[in-house]
């Protein structure tokens, strides 16, 4: 439960925190990031997170795209893993005082999870091309659109697949004393931020 508890913690000083308290850097990676973030649905969210691979895209969208991607896919990885600890490891899900629907909800979330964070680095992949075609000086507009669309598609269904989760707990009242339906959905509405950033960011992708 301790990656639940970090979660909880971190969504606070998120809420906290608006964009404006966010600076911009003044090097030209920082200010195109914080230019690109401004477009997207969680801005903070957006700058805090990828502003450690600003040397790796400078001012390019589709790289930062990626990156994006790259970033969801990683959260949505550690939030699968973290679930499957719940079910397998330290026995939360299996204790007394959870009730089965808890737990198969909890169960449910580990396979949609997993397979949106699939999702999320199959669209990285889709921007890999995309990037590696234009420095080739190849593919044209076609290519770009075919693997944009990819792209878009695959976050589209990472998300849905999160918000599957969130559903199996939405008519939750206190199902456990220890309320890991509301920890869960709550992280699972967390980790979306990311892959809703990474689709904001590919929509912006000039084609």
Not at 6 to 16: F, I, K, P, T, Y
Not at 33 to 54: F, G, H, K, M
Not at 141 to 147: I, T
Request: glycine share 8%; net charge neutral.
């Amino acid at each position: 439960m301790l990656f639940f508890a970090a979660a909880v913690a971190a969504r606070g000083a998120d809420a906290a925190s608006p964009v404006t308290t966010r600076p911009c850097g003044a090097a030209a990676a920082a200010s195109f990031l914080c230019s690109r973030c401004a477009t997207t649905v969680y801005p903070a969210v957006c700058y805090d997170s990828l502003l450690p691979y600003a040397g790796a895209f400078q001012d390019s969208r589709v790289r930062l795209a990626r990156a994006a991607a790259d970033v969801a896919a990683a959260r949505l990885r550690d939030f699968s893993a973290s679930l499957d600890e719940l079910v397998h490891g330290s026995g939360d899900v299996g204790a007394v005082t959870t009730p089965p629907r808890v737990a198969a909800a909890v169960r449910d979330c580990v396979g949609t999870v997993s397979s949106a964070a699939g999702l999320a680095r199959r669209s990285s992949a889709a921007l890999g091309r995309l990037d590696a075609g234009a420095a080739a000086g190849g593919g044209g507009s076609r290519l770009a659109r075919w693997e944009v669309s990819n792209a878009k598609t695959w976050l589209s269904a990472a998300m849905a697949n999160v918000a599957t989760c969130a559903d199996g707990f939405a008519d939750a009242d206190s199902w456990s004393a220890a309320g890991i339906e509301e920890v869960v959905a709550g992280e699972a509405a967390n980790v979306s931020k990311y892959t809703s950033n990474a689709l904001a960011l590919v929509n912006g992708i000039p084609l």
